[in-house]
């Protein structure tokens, strides 16, 4: 049997897992908005070279925090941009979610190279790429989200999210980045 995916901050104050058994596409994004908030967090070596973020897409129900969750925060590059969350302790990417819990879906940001997850099978949004990316399995990613949020929305427990309370507000609040701090930490080839 395959084991959870234990995955930590860069300083080691916050852990989290990702169940084992939980299905997922492995997504490559080079989106300018991915690599903006890399280079706002100051972690540029989450970015592989050609400012791909890797990304599994997975249930939010999959994921728990087992270490350090008081330091967990909350950006938005825009105030009607993603929920993009990091660990605040040492600046740390971890995942995108929508602005509510009513899809679940969650993209876990990896350090490129992050064992357990297999291949990267999708490569999206390759006009922001920094290099020459083949955009590829962009409809085997869109199918796998809508196909486990609609399993999940079925039952309770597949509608589980550590991102958001009960009364379906973000467990903490959003900083949302100025145009000018946004503008800093865009990447050189943002449309
Ligand atoms: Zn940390
Ligand atoms: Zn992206």
Known sequence: MPADRNLACRCGAMHWTIAADTPGTHV????????????????????????????????????????????????????????????????TPIANTLATPGMPFVGMILKPGTPGFGPVVTHANVGAALKPVRQSGIARAVFGVLARALRAKLTASGRATPFFGADRAPVVAPEILTLAERDAARPPKAG
């Not at 070596?45 to 008081?70: C, H, K, M, N």
């Not at 330091?71 to 825009?78: A, E, P, V």
């Open 28 to 91: 490559e994004c080079y989106c300018a908005d991915c690599q903006t908030f890399a280079r706002h967090l100051k972690a540029v070596d989450w970015l592989d070279a050609a400012g791909g973020t890797e990304i599994f897409q997975t249930l939010p129900s999959a994921v728990r925090f087992t270490e350090g969750e008081d330091n967990l925060r909350l950006l938005r590059l825009s105030p009607k941009g993603l929920m993009r969350w990091y660990a605040g302790c040492c600046g």
